[in-house]
Nanobody, 123 residues
Framework: QVQLVESGGGLVQVGGSLRLSCAAS????????MGWFRQAPGKEREFVAA???????TYANSVKGRFTISRDNPNNTVSLQMNNLKPEDTAVYSC?????????????????WGQGTQVTVSS
């Protein structure tokens, strides 16, 4: 059984920072890319960032330059450092794990999901 548990969400003012973490357990030896997605009220879930096993990163254009994804393979964690937050970053953020090769940027490329953590940016 695979479990992904996010932490670090909360309320922050515009321009502030938050760091999200995702702790993974289970069949971690099979994982490839890890990713973060978000879903705002009334909108579809969207890709935010992903990182491959070796550390290659990819980001959505909307967060490039502000967010940084990282992973700690020995400790099975992936983090998302979010700086210069904007009201449009308000969403439930979920981490995901992929069993596929490559670094997927679509929902279908991921096989396991966390429950999500709320991030609210107030103006």
């Amino acid at each position: 059984q695979v479990q992904l548990v996010e932490s670090g969400g909360g309320l922050v003012q515009v321009g502030g920072s938050l760091r999200l973490s995702c702790a993974a357990s289970g069949r971690t030896f099979s994982w490839g890319a890890m990713g973060w997605f978000r879903q705002a009220p009334g909108k579809e879930r969207e890709f935010v960032a992903a990182i491959g096993w070796s550390g290659h990163r990819t980001y959505a254009n909307s967060v490039k330059g502000r967010f940084t994804i990282s992973r700690d393979n020995p400790n099975n964690t992936v983090s998302l450092q979010m700086n210069n937050l904007k009201p449009e970053d308000t969403a439930v953020y979920s981490c995901a794990a992929s069993l596929s090769s490559g670094i997927p940027t679509i929902l279908g490329g991921y096989h396991y999901w966390g429950q999500g953590t709320q991030v609210t940016v107030s103006s």
